[in-house]
């Protein structure tokens, strides 16, 4: 997939966590469209991938920013398990060694779905 700039919205069930996906060649086309669609001021660090969680006065979103690159399928993964602590964190979801079922069908949801975007 090439492409200059896209985005894939998605929601968790359960927990309605709004979650925005950007895709493009430079990270700089994904934090110029974050920062237009959600009026932020997020800056490009550079990396191949960031993960945000941020609020408005209407809501807390999550947003995952990829670049194009041979390791994208792991990088979906790495980023998918920021966004789950995110979640749980911010639901309330304690997490341990004892009690960490919600994150891990959260991670689940999250990848199945971005790969599911990038395939189409």
């Not at 060649?25 to 920062?35: F, K, P």
């Not at 945000?52 to 399928?73: G, I, P, W, Y």
């Not at 602590?85 to 779905?113: D, F, M, R, T």
């Amino acid at each position: 997939m090439k492409a200059k700039h896209i985005r894939y919205d998605l929601t968790v069930p359960l927990y309605g966590s709004a979650i925005s996906i950007y895709i493009a060649d430079d990270m700089s086309d994904n934090i110029n469209a974050i920062n237009k669609d959600f009026n932020l001021s997020a800056t490009n660090d550079n990396s191949q991938a960031k993960s945000m969680q941020f609020s408005n006065d209407k809501e807390t979103r999550f947003a995952m920013l990829f670049t194009e690159h041979e390791n994208l399928v792991q990088v979906i993964s790495h980023e998918s398990l920021h966004i789950s602590w995110y979640i749980c964190e911010y639901v309330g979801i304690g997490l341990s060694p004892k009690n960490h079922e919600a994150q891990a069908y959260i991670l689940e949801h999250i990848v199945s779905k971005v790969n599911s975007f990038l395939i189409e």
